[in-house]
């Protein structure tokens, strides 16, 4: 993909705006927290049941109050202050993480104890995310959202690459142990974004309250083609692809590593994905953004496939690598188009559909995962699932022409 624009400010301007700074500190905290819980949870569950079908439930408690909330949540970030959300949702996160490192330290903690802890995570994320999404065009200067949705990808991916891994290594010092650290990673993500000082005022809705008001934002997506095709493009894709559930069975019985190795599965995506933030950082697309994003898809797709059929660390490890480099070209389109083509007021209720379209893949692509596994069998779930999100790739093409021939995300 090669860069298309002559002139580029530099990136680094980015986080010496103070705003932003915190706001980036803030989301990598969050998400050291969150996928270090990822590894962790499903380890522990793993290791109590030795179910798949216990692992997809994972995604499903997890999702659940994503569907019940999501509308409510981006009602709720569009008249209240977004960063007194998002750090009401981190002080609840971190008292339930400490709650599962007292009941893992203990030794009491059961496995229905776990799924509560994960819908209580589920609950606040539904909230915490809308408000946080919406927030990002408040922080960056004018012009520079690409630029700042890359980097904000890339806080991401660094907390990706190397929560897992924090979470394998540390969960075999004792299972408390990563839940103690979740807490405290919470905790500064509440601090930092005390902080954030936003330098313009945040456009509020003023309509009056109503029960077409908290879904407006469905029809807002529904009526704007690009949006609906790009967020239902990502649903269906990651629904069908994703094989997260899956690594701790790759990990166990097919590869044939422990905790460790199930960290640097769940970090080795974020490798890819933290390399080609940094390279949008630098060189945003500027020009075919529609057709890069399909492609994107197509190659995450091809990349899961072979992760699916691999028996080797290594062809295994190159797979999610390749996998992570591809998703994120999807995922800063996305953002990018979802947040300039949404005025401010309505910034917060479009992300919570947003959410709950990436919400539903990943946590229910997680459920279908485990359930197609405790069905037919690892291997077979995770080929599947690789060659359906090429062929829904290949017919949103169709079905989405207008979103296929999206030039400029100016």
């Not at 980036?24 to 996928?35: D, I, K, M, P, T």
């Not at 142990?177 to 809705?205: K, N, S």
Request: proline share 5%.
């Amino acid at each position: 993909m090669r860069p298309m624009q002559a002139e580029i400010a530099p990136s680094r301007g980015l986080l010496r705006h103070p705003p932003f700074t915190f706001y980036f500190l803030g989301r990598v905290f969050s998400e050291f927290a969150y996928q270090i819980s990822a590894v962790a949870i499903g380890w522990q569950i793993y290791a109590m049941t030795h179910s798949a079908f216990a692992l997809g439930m994972v995604g499903l408690a997890q999702f659940l109050p994503t569907l019940v909330l999501t509308f409510t949540a981006g009602h709720v970030a569009d008249r209240h202050d977004r960063r007194r959300i998002v750090q009401l949702c981190q002080l609840v996160e971190a008292g339930t993480a400490l709650f599962l490192a007292l009941g893992s330290f203990g030794g009491w903690l059961t496995v229905p104890e776990i799924f509560a802890a994960v819908m209580v995570f589920g609950t606040a994320t539904a909230f915490e995310s809308p408000a946080a999404a919406a927030l990002l065009p408040a922080v960056v200067p004018d012009g520079m959202l690409q630029r700042g949705t890359a980097l904000s990808t890339g806080a991401f991916q660094v907390a990706i690459v190397s929560g897992p891994a924090l979470g394998g290594l540390t969960y075999a010092l004792g299972s408390w142990v990563p839940y103690a650290i979740m807490a405290a990673f919470w905790l500064l993500g509440m601090a930092v974004t005390a902080a954030i000082r936003l330098d313009r005022p945040v456009e509020t809705a003023r309509e009056a309250a109503s029960w077409g008001d908290m879904f407006a934002g469905v029809g807002f997506v529904r009526n704007n083609q690009a949006i609906l095709g790009t967020i239902s493009l990502d649903l269906f894709a990651v629904l069908l692809g994703g094989a997260t559930a899956l690594m701790p069975i790759y990990a166990a019985d097919i590869l044939h590593t422990g905790p460790w190795g199930l960290g640097v599965l769940r970090g080795a995506p974020a490798i890819g994905a933290l390399a080609m933030s940094v390279y949008l950082t630098r060189w945003p697309i500027a020009r075919r953004t529609g057709l890069r994003m399909f492609q994107a898809v197509i190659l995450f797709g091809l990349g899961t496939v072979v992760f699916a059929v691999s028996r080797d660390m290594t062809l295994s490890l190159i797979a999610l690598v390749f996998m992570g480099a591809a998703d994120t070209v999807s995922m800063v389109i996305r953002i990018s188009l979802v947040q300039l083509a949404t005025p401010d007021a309505m910034r917060g209720r479009v992300s919570a559909v947003n959410f709950l379209f990436v919400n539903a893949s990943n946590q229910l692509g997680e459920f279908r995962a485990g359930l197609a596994a405790a069905l037919m069998g690892t291997v077979p779930a995770a080929l599947m699932g690789g060659i359906g999100t090429v062929a829904v790739a290949l017919l949103w093409m169709k079905l989405f022409p207008k979103l296929k021939s999206w030039d400029r995300l100016e």
